[in-house]
């Protein structure tokens, strides 16, 4: 057999996220299809993925930043490699970051509770068998805390079984996982007998179903082997392909794995109502809100035991929200009285609300009383509504002919895109969107064309594997390499929906490519740069994505910046202000635009919460 890590360390939770994300990846349909608990909405395992990609992305940025590559990028020097603290930290900040639905962000908390354990000692390179024990003992004691009333049969069931089991269990890491992992499947089984809604429907529950192959995930990591589907060991490449061998380990463990864990069976009163992507089959992320499947017959319609009823709130609200502890209190008692499935993960002073209401302008109202709320995701169980049959028989929406998705840095700019008729993906200062964030805003512009701008050089191969996604589901995708989004605004500005496709997109290439960019922010610590050292608190104006001046003073250093880029000519200076960034400073510079250079305009937006304290475009 193949040599794998018995101890858990930072490159073990990198191929973990690897591993887990192939698994949630070949069993998305399945167990988007078992979904009917609580809201038989067809998209537990869309939603479960998705959270996992956030977290790969995640710890594949801490990896990366141990990575020091030329410029002209030929080769790469590994500096050295994060902790496992840095590594699961970053696996739960990413969870949390990108979960979706309820049983992603249950999931986000199975992963933050894990975390706690394996980072609280922050010098410690790995762990071994006994601290896989105490961290998922503590992922399922936190995850079921966080739920506001647990109910047993899903997945917190799942993850305390697991639990259970893995504490009787003695050896190293490879042992303790699997172990944990045969005590998740016979909770799993076991699920459909506890859910009368589950029972009706002859599935098991669809979150439980995403631990296992999660902690099926786990088990390859730590032994090179996964389970097949008659239930026994199938050696695997080590490393975190998760490719699989061709012959299972002589003298492996075998454990029975019912039909409900390898593929849906006996599944009655559901049947499928979507909207087919173009070339006949619906899209393998799922499908948005206004297009899930419609479940009816009894096991949809009866409301015992959670299950879902007319009666059942119609809205899904979720955000992000910076809050202190007290306050997520009273947000707790505030929510559960408005509606139910409440599940609030996070702390430290970031957390992931998750509730359905009907009044989901209240639940985002209670959230600005707690904090500061953001990236809020509200989702009416629209066309096909599980809990009313509503529209079951409308037809679908018709698909606009062309569309822009653009990735942008900031609220005000956001809204810039939008009157534009853009569809956007907000991005935060260090929390980019995923591949499936922009899949599923693909999705949402609803069109046959789409042009996709990605707004920064670090996600280009993020939007490359959506569009390759959006393509699969029989979209026209064209993807316009744009760093920054003022060089966005600019092919935005040239954007002409009438227009054939190619010619439309070569204009907007042109322009987005005739237009320099840069930004000026504040240096977090000391750093070598193109323009030297800068130091902590440093004024630093980057242009075309490299440091070419640092300064003390914010104004000065944004007018060298503007100097030097209408050194080499330009008829239009677009100004984009952060947040943070004095009223004064854009009078100024539209001044010293005014006075020393003829002919050329200034325009200028606010950005909002955009990380940089100022964007400039020159065209």
Excluded at 237 to 242: F, R
Excluded at 271 to 283: H, I, L, R, Y
Aim: aromatic residues 4%; glycine residues 12%; proline residues 4%.
């Amino acid at each position: 057999m193949p040599q794998v890590p018995q101890t858990f360390d930072a490159l073990a939770v990198r191929t973990w996220c690897g591993l887990a994300l192939e698994a949630l990846g070949r069993a998305r349909e399945e167990i988007d299809a078992i979904n009917v608990y609580p809201v038989a909405d067809g998209d537990t395992g869309t939603n479960l993925y998705l959270t996992v990609e956030s977290a790969a992305a995640a710890v594949e940025a801490v990896f990366a930043g141990y990575e020091a590559v030329d410029r002209d990028g030929t080769s790469v020097a590994v500096t050295g490699r994060p902790s496992l603290a840095d590594a699961a930290r970053a696996m739960a900040h990413g969870a949390l970051i990108g979960a979706r639905g309820n049983s992603g962000t249950i999931l986000a908390q199975l992963l933050r509770g894990m975390a706690q354990v394996l980072a609280a000692d922050g010098e410690t390179a790995h762990t071994d068998g006994r601290g896989m024990r105490l961290a998922l003992r503590n992922a399922a004691d936190s995850a079921r805390k966080a739920v506001a009333h647990p109910v047993e049969g899903t997945v917190l069931t799942v993850a305390s079984a697991a639990a259970d089991a893995a504490s009787g269990a003695e050896g190293d890491c490879g042992t303790v996982a699997r172990v944990a992992y045969e005590g998740a499947c016979v909770a799993l089984t076991a699920t459909t007998g506890q859910l009368a809604v589950l029972e009706s429907a002859g599935v098991v529950d669809a979150g439980g179903r995403g631990l296992v192959a999660v902690l099926a995930a786990l088990v390859e990591t730590f032994t090179g082997e996964a389970p097949r589907a008659d239930g026994r060991w199938q050696e695997t490449v080590p490393g975190g392909t998760g490719a699989v061998g061709t012959a299972g380990a002589p003298g492996a463990a075998t454990v029975d794995i019912p039909d409900a864990l390898t593929g849906v069976t006996g599944v009655t009163g559901v049947t499928g109502v979507t909207e087919a992507a173009p070339g006949g089959s619906p899209g393998p992320h799922g499908r948005g809100a206004e297009e899930r499947d419609v479940a009816t017959g009894d096991g949809a319609d009866a409301c015992v035991n959670g299950a879902a009823e007319e009666g059942h709130p119609a809205f899904e609200v979720i955000y992000l929200l910076e809050a202190e502890d007290a306050a997520v209190d009273r947000l707790r008692e505030r929510l559960d009285g408005l509606g139910d499935s409440l599940v609030v993960v996070g702390g430290d002073g970031l957390w992931n609300v998750h509730v359905h209401v009907d009044d989901a302008g209240a639940a985002v109202e209670a959230g600005v009383e707690a904090g500061r709320p953001y990236r809020i995701r509200i989702t009416h169980f629209g066309l096909g509504d599980v809990h009313t049959g509503a529209g079951a028989g409308r037809p679908p929406r018709e698909r606009a002919q062309r569309a822009v998705v653009a990735v942008v840095p900031g609220e005000g700019l956001a809204g810039l895109y939008t009157e534009a008729g853009a569809t956007t993906v907000l991005a935060r200062p260090g929390e980019p969107p995923a591949s499936g964030e922009l899949v599923e805003a693909v999705r949402r512009a609803h069109a046959r064309e789409v042009v996709l701008l990605p707004n920064d050089a670090d996600l280009r191969h993020t939007a490359a594997a959506a569009a390759e996604q959006a393509r699969a589901e029989g979209v026209r995708v064209a993807l316009i390499p744009t760093r920054s989004a003022v060089q966005g605004i600019a092919a935005l500005a040239v954007h002409e929906p009438e227009r054939r496709f190619d010619e439309d997109v070569v204009a907007m290439t042109s322009a987005a490519g005739a237009t320099r960019y840069a930004e000026v922010a504040v240096a977090e610590r000391q750093s070598w740069t193109m323009a030297g050292i800068c130091q902590a608190g440093d004024v630093l104006g980057l242009i075309d994505g490299d440091v070419a001046v640092i300064g003390a003073d914010l104004t000065a250093t944004a007018e060298t910046v503007l100097d030097r880029m209408l050194a080499a000519g330009g008829e239009m200076v677009t100004l984009v202000l952060g947040d943070e960034a004095p009223d004064t400073i854009a009078a100024h510079l539209e001044s010293r635009v005014r006075e020393s250079y003829l002919a050329v305009d200034t325009v200028v937006y606010r950005g909002g919460r955009q990380g940089a304290l100022l964007l400039i475009g020159v065209e």
